[in-house]
């Protein structure tokens, strides 16, 4: 009955709340009904708040339904998207029903390599290029963030397991990122110390090329 109760109380929130949200882990464990059942459920709101203005986007799950055939995730070489040669792929799970959702390779030492090469070539144009022509590609990237918000934070909720609400604040996070960066360009342009009346003393920031980054993420 306890349980029961539970799943009332919690079906009622997710129609009063303004924000759509994908079912809490904690309340679907405690579910009489299977999970991909309970979660397809309480998903019907989310679907009605995520449905796109133009059919031409409904090209991203809004539902914790099961995919039928889950795409494997590719790499991306040259500006475009290209299989990997891996012989070990990692299978990605949905949190909330335990559907696959998509298989992740393990890539060859040839893709890393080859990789670091495409963004060590890409650098020399980019350090060419002015401030401000670089500004305004940021520009655009921040504008691309906000058009496909919700497909975003629907990504990371079917991927990571976290709620709609809280998907959206971590696109927040990341686009907050993006807008810091449209206005570094002025403090990027160097600085000049006088360390002494016949002497001074002149920085400046240059591009450093090709970097590695690991985004840790903290499974619930």
Not at 141 to 160: C, F, K, V
Request: proline share 5%.
């Amino acid at each position: 009955m306890a349980a029961r109760h539970s799943i009332r109380s919690i079906a009622t929130l997710s129609i009063r709340t303004s924000a759509p949200r994908f079912i809490p882990i904690r309340a679907r464990m405690s579910s009489p009904y299977s999970a991909s059942k309970a979660a397809t459920r309480r998903l019907h709101v989310t679907a009605q708040h995520m449905k796109p203005a133009t059919a031409a986007a409904q090209s991203y799950p809004t539902t914790h339904e099961r995919i039928e055939s889950p795409p494997d995730t590719q790499n991306f070489l040259d500006n475009k998207f290209v299989t990997s040669k891996a012989t070990t792929w990692l299978d990605l799970h949905d949190p909330a029903t335990n559907n696959l959702v998509t298989r992740v390779p393990q890539s060859t030492n040839e893709e890393l390599v080859a990789a670091v090469d495409s963004a060590e070539k890409a650098f020399k144009p980019w350090r060419d290029t002015s401030l401000l022509a670089r500004q305004q590609i940021m520009f655009k990237y921040t504008h691309l963030i906000r058009e496909n918000w919700d497909r975003l934070a629907a990504s990371i909720t079917l991927e990571q397991g976290k709620t709609f609400a809280d998907a959206r604040g971590d696109v927040l996070r990341g686009l907050q990122v993006a807008e810091t960066a449209c206005g570094i360009t002025t403090q990027m342009t160097g600085e000049v110390l006088e360390v002494a009346k016949d002497m001074e003393t002149r920085s400046y920031r240059q591009p450093l090329g090709v970097v590695a980054a690991i985004c840790p993420f903290s499974e619930h």
